[in-house]
């Protein structure tokens, strides 16, 4: 008892304490990790397809996503006989198919319990078909049919199906491709001028002196030349989109027989028959897909691509207006402030605005940055776009500085901290050496403070990446049509709204109708939001690592 006492007064039992507390942190955050990583990885894995037989004789096609026990006393809550159940049954198995067949055979998903079934088999000719919109199809290929204008379309049965419908979807994807080249190219490139002539129309009516003739009539030409080619590429655009269609699959799920046209097939796959190497292909390929594209299908089918894009720039843009912010005030608060109450008050309010609940910060950077800011701008610098307004709407520009204000305190506090850790003697050798003020301070104390200045980077950009709440109110979309960098002048639109992975994975997880097939895509766009934030640290650790090792002068 007193060995015990004497370590407790040592401090040695809170040692094994902290330590058992830091590894039990860890373990858990490792098997959140680990679960999101599990779940969201395996959707993208091609599962095989499950034919099963019923004991009436129905058949059902879909894939095996969950198998559950349901308690007798739940089974018979929700209508289950207890007939069918043995002397001494306490679970009944039941297992969840994703059916697909979504506009055909609602819902997609079923639950079918294990006494139902009869037999159980995975044909290889059963096709996996994914759309531009109602989720996966599933049944057998019975036909292929081209030409499906004429009355009387070509029909391609048997052996030659697999060959006819692979060239289809080739060529499928070199007219998408044409198709959204040309969307993003010609076609928006001309609305774009025809707006900046509107734009310019407008600003000449607005003129103190009146329009100018010379400039109207030149503003005219200009728009009917433009909107002669945009005509002429609308006529292409017809014609491409005319060249999809003429092809259809004759689909057969037992309980019908239907067609799918394959103007809207994205990807058709035969997972029963694939080998291991090959799913693993599929399987990279799906998740590049999933980086790459954009979302379809009210973000429940599809890429993420904008989102991250939108995330990642968010976030530089943020540490752009947060550090040196930041980092001056820190400086001033450190080296210059004479030592007061009021700098004891300026540290206790930058304290306390870290604790300030982040959907206020969004409440204020609606009302100041959006419409009073914004608002000002439009009408200094852009009255001719009103009452449409350019600045005085939700954008990239202020959902930076939103963030940038929420995440200021952590960088004050943490690079003042950096500069108290720096020895006054330091300071007054410099000084001694005939080094002005603003010399020691930029060749001696902040190289010193650039691992905690650094440090508090990290923290700002962990906490900005995953903020949702005040993003919603300043810019944040559930889909933006397009990227706020692109080829046109200024090149980055800081106007524009954006996508965010925080508030996709909201909007897919609470907002989506279809639950069940939302919810994979929560798992992966959760752990992609985990990776891009780790990175993101790891970057900025292995700096700020580099720089300490470089000024580690003292201890």
């Not at 349901?70 to 006989?81: C, D, K, P, V, W």
């Not at 590429?233 to 003429?246: P, R, Y």
């Not at 508090?456 to 889909?479: N, S």
């Amino acid at each position: 008892m007193k060995n015990w006492l004497n370590n407790l007064q040592n401090g040695e039992p809170w040692v094994w304490f902290s330590a058992a507390a830091l590894v039990t942190c860890v373990a858990a955050v490792s098997a959140v990790v680990c679960l999101v990583a599990f779940r969201g990885l395996t959707h993208f894995w091609p599962a095989d397809v499950a034919e099963i037989t019923l004991v009436g004789g129905e058949r059902v096609i879909g894939e095996i996503v969950e198998v559950d026990d349901l308690s007798r006393a739940s089974f018979i809550e929700n209508g289950g006989s207890e007939e069918i159940l043995q002397a001494g049954q306490q679970s009944v198995t039941r297992w969840l198919l994703k059916t697909g067949n979504r506009r055909i055979d609602p819902p997609d998903f079923r639950w079918v319990f294990a006494h139902e079934m009869a037999l159980i088999e995975y044909p290889e000719d059963i096709v996996v078909i994914e759309r531009e919109a109602w989720g996966n199809a599933y049944g057998h290929i019975v036909a292929i049919e081209l030409n499906t204008s004429d009355p009387e379309p070509t029909v391609v049965k048997g052996t030659s199906i697999d060959s006819v419908l692979l060239s289809a979807l080739v060529r499928l994807d070199d007219t998408r491709g044409a198709i959204r080249e040309l969307e993003q190219g010609s076609l928006n490139r001309i609305s774009s001028e025809l707006e900046a002539l509107r734009l310019e129309l407008r600003r000449q009516e607005l003129s103190h002196d009146g329009p100018e003739l010379t400039a109207v009539a030149n503003i005219a030409a200009q728009e009917r030349v433009l909107l002669t080619a945009y005509r002429e590429q609308e006529q292409i655009l017809s014609g491409l989109l005319s060249s999809l269609t003429g092809t259809a699959l004759v689909i057969n799920t037992h309980s019908k027989q239907w067609h799918q046209d394959m103007s809207e097939v994205l990807r058709v796959q035969w997972p029963n028959r694939m080998s291991f190497p090959g799913k693993f292909r599929a399987w990279l390929g799906n998740v590049w897909r999933f980086l790459s594209d954009n979302p379809r299908e009210a973000n429940t089918e599809g890429g993420v691509f904008p989102a991250i894009f939108g995330t990642v720039l968010m976030v530089l843009l943020m540490s752009v207006f947060v550090a040196p912010i930041g980092i001056i005030t820190a400086i001033y608060l450190h080296e210059y402030a004479q030592q007061g109450p009021l700098v004891r008050t300026l540290r206790i309010a930058v304290g306390n605005l870290a604790g300030v609940p982040s959907i206020v910060y969004g409440v204020f950077g609606l009302g100041f940055f959006v419409y009073v800011l914004g608002g000002n701008l439009d009408t200094l610098f852009f009255p001719e776009a009103l009452p449409a307004p350019t600045f005085g709407t939700p954008g990239l520009i202020w959902a930076s500085l939103t963030l940038a204000l929420l995440t200021l305190p952590v960088v004050i506090v943490s690079t003042e901290e950096g500069l108290t850790r720096i020895p006054q003697s330091l300071r007054e050798g410099s000084l001694a050496l005939g080094a002005t003020r603003a010399e020691t301070l930029f060749r001696v104390v902040l190289p010193m403070a650039t691992p905690a200045m650094l440090t508090g980077i990290i923290l700002a950009v962990a906490r900005a990446a995953g903020e949702v709440a005040p993003l919603m109110l300043v810019g944040v979309v559930k889909l933006a049509p397009q990227l706020p960098i692109d080829g046109e002048f200024p090149f980055l639109h800081l106007d524009r709204k954006f996508m965010h992975l925080g508030f996709h994975i909201y909007d897919v997880g609470f907002q989506s109708a279809n639950i069940e097939a939302a919810r994979p895509l929560v798992y992966a766009t959760a752990l992609l939001l985990i990776t891009i934030v780790i990175g993101l640290n790891l970057s900025a650790i292995a700096l700020r690592n580099r720089l300490e090792r470089s000024y580690n002068t003292f201890e």
